[in-house]
T-cell receptor
Framework: EAQVTQNPRYLITVTGKKLTVTCSQN?????MSWYRQDPGLGLRQIYYSMNVEVTDKGDVPEGYKVSRKEKRNFPLILESPSPNQTSLYFC??????????????FGEGSRLTVL | AQKVTQAQTEISVVEKEDVTLDCVYE???????LFWYKQPPSGELVFLIRRNSFDEQNEISGRYSWNFQKSTSSFNFTITASQVVDSAVYFCSLSGNFGNEKLTFGTGTRLTIIP
């Protein structure tokens, strides 16, 4: 089954404790991205990756790191989480194949609370 | 910079009524793509449609239809004969040349269908 898998789905942590949210896709997609969803703000792009070893900042990259060492994985790293990073996080992937509609495939979301 | 405005924060209609969700965008790109996504109460994000800037033809898919007008920078979404299952948050989004690079979302419209 084609899917984007995020882990953990729910996490409560404390300020300053490093954490990683993993994202893996099984569709051989070139493009992967991270978004955060906050009430009244919609979804905002954190980082995206056009392919292996190619990453770039989205609109709200501060406080986050990413890496793309393998095509299927795109982890989101919070080196020193702060309460303002409490949010719902979505990972997404897509293909650039010509026949593709440009549809983004989203993971189920990871709800992170930083105390 | 890209911007997507969904001025309607919340809409409630009685079942079987028609409803239109507005989306206005800003971009300096001559080639761009517009999307609509649905987020039902379960939280996942579901792709509905993609439209490129060169194709202003309106599209209909069952009870859903989309009206793209470059002259007014709008990409509105109409649900005909609404059903309770249409209750969700709907996001309009905009991207540049590659279709997903630097994807910008609107803040969403929460649609409630009253039985």
């Amino acid at each position: 089954e084609a899917q984007v898998t995020q882990n953990p789905r729910y996490l409560i942590t404390v300020t300053g404790k490093k954490l990683t949210v993993t994202c893996s896709q099984n569709m051989n997609h070139e493009y992967m991205s991270w978004y955060r969803q906050d009430p009244g703000l919609g979804l905002r792009q954190i980082y995206y990756s056009m392919n292996v070893e190619v990453t770039d900042k989205g609109d709200v990259p501060e406080g986050y790191k990413v890496s793309r060492k393998e095509k299927r994985n795109f982890p989101l790293i919070l080196e020193s989480p702060s309460p303002n990073q409490t949010s719902l996080y979505f990972c997404a992937s897509s293909s650039y194949q010509a026949q593709n509609t440009g549809e983004l495939f989203f993971g189920e979301g990871s709800r992170l609370t930083v105390l | 910079a890209q911007k997507v405005t969904q001025a309607q924060t919340e809409i409630s209609v009685v079942e079987k009524e028609d409803v239109t969700l507005d989306c206005v965008y800003e971009t300096r790109d001559t080639t761009y793509y517009l999307f609509w996504y649905k987020q039902p109460p379960s939280g996942e994000l579901v792709f509905l449609i993609r439209r490129n800037s060169f194709d202003e033809q309106n599209e209909i898919s069952g009870r859903y239809s989309w009206n793209f007008q470059k002259s007014t920078s709008s990409f509105n979404f109409t649900i005909t004969a609404s059903q309770v299952v249409d209750s969700a948050v709907y996001f309009c989004s905009l991207s540049g040349n590659f279709g997903n690079e630097k994807l910008t979302f609107g803040t969403g419209t929460r649609l409630t269908i009253i039985p």
